[in-house]
């Protein structure tokens, strides 16, 4: 499977976004479904959220409850369970990755639009590969050289995404701190921003750097990712990354408020002009 493919991660997604509706038209309460299937009502919960595996037995017993007993829409409903527990690529690289990030890249790479607000390095889809090693050394001390490299491989291969024929859309606005903050030598730190000046002219790339004379700003809660899905089922997600976890949030409400967030952040910050204008000028001064 490429980078670029929708992954299980969003089949998960679909899968219990089906699972819930029909269990909503049914009135039948999560505590009451988890009975069924000898589970508890927060595994109720993650499957409909698509944060766990599912076991084609539960996802039978699940429509039997709920009174699907058409052949044609079991089945469908089946195999797309069975196209859910399938690997994605970076199943692979499951032993350098924390437990949450997974779900993380599988939602990336089957995004249509990823809207970011990075403030403490550069993004890294936009990473060369060379401050891609600086940072993942900086946050892997103690890693072996062979884990911090296999590291670094997944963050180019997930960078394939943005130049394939089915390239997402992405928005970032930059933290102009991003772009001061050294990672690896001189030389590293000019190659990158020449390559973020280089990589911002793609047409599905729209970045932009708040800068530091703007004061305060929107953005004062940190760094977040939006990611949005072709599919009509699935709603918008946010995603936050904490020291020891990650958090996914899907709610209408809290969307729609880093939406706005960010929203502000890309109206008060120059445009992309302006910005490769300020990378330019900070590349020559390293």
Excluded: C
């Amino acid at each position: 499977m490429s980078a670029g493919e929708p992954g299980s991660v969003v089949r998960r997604m679909l899968l219990g976004s089906q699972l819930r509706r029909l269990r909503e038209a049914r009135g039948i309460t999560r505590e009451a479904a988890g009975y069924s299937i000898r589970a508890s009502e927060s595994k109720i919960s993650r499957m409909e959220l698509g944060r766990v595996s599912f076991k084609t037995r539960d996802v039978e017993d699940l429509l039997t409850l709920y009174g699907i007993d058409d052949e044609a829409e079991r089945e469908s409903l089946l195999s797309l369970a069975r196209e859910a527990n399938v690997a994605g690529w970076w199943h692979s690289y499951s032993d350098v990755l924390p437990s949450w990030f997974p779900t993380y890249v599988g939602l990336e790479g089957a995004a249509h639009l990823i809207r970011v607000y990075e403030v403490q390095f550069v993004h890294g889809l936009l990473q060369t590969e060379d401050y891609a090693r600086a940072v993942v050394r900086r946050g892997m001390r103690g890693a072996s050289a062979a884990d911090i490299e296999r590291r670094v491989a997944l963050r180019l291969e997930r960078q394939k995404h943005l130049l394939g024929d089915h390239a997402p859309e992405f928005h970032i606005v930059l933290d102009e701190a991003a772009l001061h903050r050294p990672y690896g030598d001189r030389d590293v730190m000019r190659g990158q921003l020449r390559h973020l000046i280089e990589v911002s002219e793609r047409p599905n790339v729209r970045l932009q750097v708040m800068p530091f004379a703007f004061g305060g700003h929107s953005g004062e809660s940190g760094a977040f990712t939006l990611l949005s899905f072709p599919e009509s089922d699935l709603s918008d997600v946010v995603y936050l990354e904490q020291l020891t976890s990650a958090l996914y949030l899907d709610k209408r409400e809290d969307v729609a408020q880093y939406e706005h967030a960010l929203k502000e952040l890309q109206q008060d910050s120059p445009g992309p002009e302006e910005s490769r204008e300020l990378i330019r000028r900070l590349a020559e001064q390293v």
